[in-house]
């Protein structure tokens, strides 16, 4: 699912027009949250058959002087997007740009893949989605939430070239909790059902079609990541100078990394999905706090901060990508920092 996706609730009642305007009057209230608040607007003029106009907010964001924080998925929604007003060359070469890049975020494979797929270049889509998962999960011994849609993508692509099962179709099998096996959902012969007067055959097929609702209001329904809050060195210590009662929250900046790395671990654990790290800063906890009409003192509005940090789409998915910086900003690659046990 495109993490741009607009909610689903009253979908079709939606001004889409409008509600990009209100982002993009948003995003300039809130510079630091421009880049998830402008690629919402993009997927609302999207929807609202304003596909040009889409294409110019991610211009917009991919000529801006600030960094980005995942220019490689702005690149494979501007592709997508491309494509479906019959731009198909420079979508192409757009998306042979983020393959050859290689991201090392699942989220861009997932748009060029689909892409390719809904143009019915399900050679080129399998290839892609191979890539992936190669990529980032080769030797990763549990698959991060956010891969999933990479192995139910490459199953589902499968299916319908009639390639047999592999490892990575059976890694999708195991990772997919709905009643209806993905075989059976990815089963290209299902089209015909449709036109069939077997009631039997109809009756499987609303099984099958719940199955899918099923599936996609779960990944609706968490929109954000659990997050928990970390505080970079220099933002601890500007916090526990300031409000010097929370150093019983935060007694070493040392014990505070490894407090979420065991919570985050602890959460995994437990059958919790879709875990993300989220970074606060003193002046943003402080607006917070204001907003709530309490005291930054206060660690009770610690947990909401996260939670409103991830709900703006500040949060990185936890565990980081095998091959990538830790989350905690030591420079190390995740495996020999806070990805290593402690015994």
């Not at 299916?159 to 195991?174: E, I, P």
Request: with cysteine.
């Amino acid at each position: 699912m495109r993490p741009d996706t607009p909610p689903a609730d009253n979908a079709d009642t939606v001004d889409h027009a409008a509600e990009a305007a209100r982002l993009e009057r948003t995003a300039g209230l809130y510079p630091e949250d421009a880049e998830a608040l402008l690629l919402r607007a993009a997927a609302h003029l999207e929807l609202s058959g304003d596909r040009p106009a889409a294409t110019a907010l991610y211009d917009r964001l991919l000529s801006s002087g600030d960094g980005l924080e995942n220019p490689h998925l702005v690149r494979a929604l501007k592709a997508s997007n491309l494509w479906e007003y019959d731009h198909e060359a420079e979508a192409r070469a757009i998306i042979e740009g983020i393959r050859t890049a290689a991201p090392r975020d699942p989220a861009p494979w997932v748009i060029i893949a689909e892409s390719l797929e809904s143009h019915d270049e399900l050679e080129s889509a399998q290839k892609t989605f191979t890539e992936a998962v190669d990529l980032l999960l080769r030797d990763v011994p549990e698959p991060p939430y956010a891969t999933h849609p990479l192995l139910f993508g490459r199953h589902r692509v499968r299916r319908m070239l009639g390639a047999a099962h592999d490892a990575w179709d059976s890694l999708a099998d195991t990772l997919h909790t709905a009643p209806v096996s993905l075989d059976e959902l990815h089963d290209p012969k299902r089209v015909w059902s449709l036109g069939s007067d077997n009631p039997a055959e109809l009756q499987a097929e609303l099984v099958r079609l719940r199955a899918e609702l099923g599936t996609y209001r779960e990944a609706l329904s968490r929109p954000f990541p659990v997050a928990v809050l970390h505080w970079p060195t220099r933002e601890l210590r500007e916090l526990l100078t300031a409000y010097p009662d929370l150093t019983t929250e935060y007694p070493s900046h040392e014990a505070h990394l490894a407090t979420i790395e065991a919570s985050l671990r602890e959460l995994a654990a437990s059958g919790t999905q879709n875990l993300g790290i989220v970074s606060g800063t003193l002046p943003s906890y402080e607006a917070f706090a204001a907003s709530e009409g309490s005291s930054p003192a206060d660690p009770t509005l610690l947990p909401q901060y996260a939670t409103t940090l991830a709900a703006r789409g500040r949060a990185v998915a936890w565990p980081p990508q095998q091959g990538t910086p830790c989350w905690c900003g030591s420079g190390g690659t995740y495996e020999t920092c806070h990805g290593t046990p402690t015994l």
